[in-house]
């Protein structure tokens, strides 16, 4: 079993329309939860972190996390084109390492 | 407060050439971590430094790839006979020291690499 699994898409969406990302993960150990927005040709930022189960919200985004489930989601409310990217799912070092393990990425695009 | 820079941003090499990739973090920050992001693939991690130190290299493959992070100046990754393979997406990130209960860690643009 993969240790994050992340459904590449692509996903597209109609502007104003609800988006609904979404990681698995098969580590019990991870205790806190990340969303990277990348855009094309860039690097990754840090959107949302969250640590524990329930829902964070900031903005139009809320990070929801189901650590019974192993399932962690990201929906974006009222999405813009400006949301066009790829979401990555991202869970922090474990055991003393200091690597990200992130998820493949969904690609979104949101079309005016 | 400039962030974290990493040039070039396109490398061309041909097969067997050596290619090295800098990265300057942002100001303030002494942690420094490369990633690897393959087409259809996800950042996967490759190496933690410290000044002068490699902290955790279990990402690296084990031939032919090679980090270091000097007291002065850049980190560097070089990536010696390169193969076509090697095409890629490497992006560097930082983070400041230790003490921060999460590790957030800042992305550069990365360098794409080319190997014909």
């Known amino acids: 079993q993969k240790e994050v699994e992340q459904d590449p898409g692509p996903l597209s969406v109609p502007e104003g329309a609800i988006v609904s990302l979404n990681c698995t993960y098969s580590n019990s150990a991870f205790q806190y939860f990340m969303w990277y927005r990348q855009y094309s040709r860039k690097g990754p930022e840090l959107l949302m972190y969250t640590y524990s189960s329930g829902n964070k919200e900031d903005g139009r985004f809320t990070a929801q996390v189901d650590k019974s489930s192993k399932y962690i989601s990201l929906f974006i409310r009222d999405s813009q084109p400006s949301d066009s990217a790829t979401y990555l799912c991202?869970?922090?070092?474990?055991?003393?390492?200091?690597?990200?393990?992130f998820g493949k990425g969904t690609k979104l695009t949101v079309n005016p | 407060n400039a962030g974290v820079m990493q040039n070039p941003r396109h490398l061309v090499r041909r097969r067997g050439q050596e290619a090295r990739l800098r990265c300057s973090p942002m100001k303030g920050h002494s942690h420094v971590y490369w990633y690897r992001q393959l087409p259809e693939e996800g950042l996967k991690f490759m190496v933690y430094?410290?000044?002068?130190?490699?902290?955790?290299e279990s990402g690296m493959p084990k031939e032919r790839f090679s980090a270091e992070f000097p007291k002065e100046g850049p980190s560097i990754l070089r990536i010696q006979q390169v193969v076509r393979g090697d095409s890629a997406a490497y992006f560097c990130?930082?983070?400041?020291?230790?003490?921060?209960?999460?590790?957030?860690?800042?992305f550069g643009p990365g360098t794409r690499l080319t190997v014909l």
């Open positions: 990130a930082s983070s400041p020291p230790r003490g921060r209960t999460m590790n957030e860690q800042f």
């Open positions: 991202a869970f922090p070092p474990q055991g003393g390492s200091e690597k990200l393990v």
């Open positions: 430094l410290q000044k002068e130190n490699i902290i955790d």
